[in-house]
């Protein structure tokens, strides 16, 4: 298994619609996670951090699933703004200050 | 507040050649991470740097180095470029490099290598 796996995409939704991307990770060790989201040909910047309680910012509401080694991020009422790319990324661990980026999954929002 | 800097914002080489990127880390951050990032993946680390002391080093050939200066800014140097050095290098600052700390990405330097 791969440290980070994504669906690369891209999820073609609706203007309002609810649209959910799940990242597996496999690294049980794995305390934190982030969400970064990365807009065409720009640098990635960050959306939020998913703790074991999870987080909600807003439309975006970010999941911990520890037994099945996941996290998923949940876009409601999608703007034609939230089109980027959303990248997933396990922090290090056990000493290592190597964190993992998923390739990132690809979200289009159309009118 | 000025953001993380990288210059050049894009590079063309020819194989065989030496390249030299700069970063310059958000005000106050220490530590400075180098990416690579080729289309349709996500950002491969290279390196950390936090206090001018290497503290991570990800899965690239020796080819690659770089280094911290004292006022924390940082430059990757890439020797013998291959074709497969093309991409985005990301630079990435944050106040400590702990692995919970937000890291704050520069706009990057797009390197062509022909």
């Known amino acids: 298994r791969k440290e980070v796996e994504q669906d690369p995409g891209p999820f073609n939704v609706p203007e309002g619609a609810t649209v959910a991307f799940n990242c597996t990770y496999s690294?049980?060790?794995?305390?934190?996670f982030f969400w970064y989201r990365q807009d065409c040909r720009k640098e990635p910047k960050l959306l939020m951090s998913v703790y074991s309680s999870g987080n909600e910012d807003g439309r975006f509401t970010a999941q911990l699933n520890r037994a099945s080694q996941y996290i998923s991020l949940l876009i409601r009422d999608s703007k034609l703004s939230d089109s980027a790319t959303y990248l997933c990324v396990v922090p290090a661990s056990g000493g290592s200050y190597i964190p993992t980026f998923g390739r990132g999954t690809s979200l289009i929002v159309h009118p | 507040d000025a953001g993380v800097t990288q210059s050049p914002t894009h590079l063309i080489k020819t194989r065989g050649q030496q390249v030299t990127l700069r970063c310059s880390p958000i005000?106050?951050?220490?530590?400075v991470s180098w990416y690579q990032q080729v289309l349709g993946q996500g950002p491969q680390f290279i390196f950390q740097?936090?206090?001018?002391?290497?503290?991570g080093r990800g899965n690239f050939p020796d080819r690659f180095s770089a280094r911290q200066f004292p006022n924390y800014s940082s430059e990757l140097n890439v020797n013998a470029l291959l074709l497969g050095d093309s991409a985005l290098y990301l630079c990435a600052s944050s106040p400590r490099g702990g692995s919970t700390d937000t890291q704050y990405f520069g706009p990057g330097t797009r390197l062509t290598v022909l």
């Open positions: 740097y936090y206090e001018k002391e290497e503290r």
């Open positions: 690294n049980s060790a794995s305390q934190s």
């Open positions: 005000s106050g951050h220490k530590s």
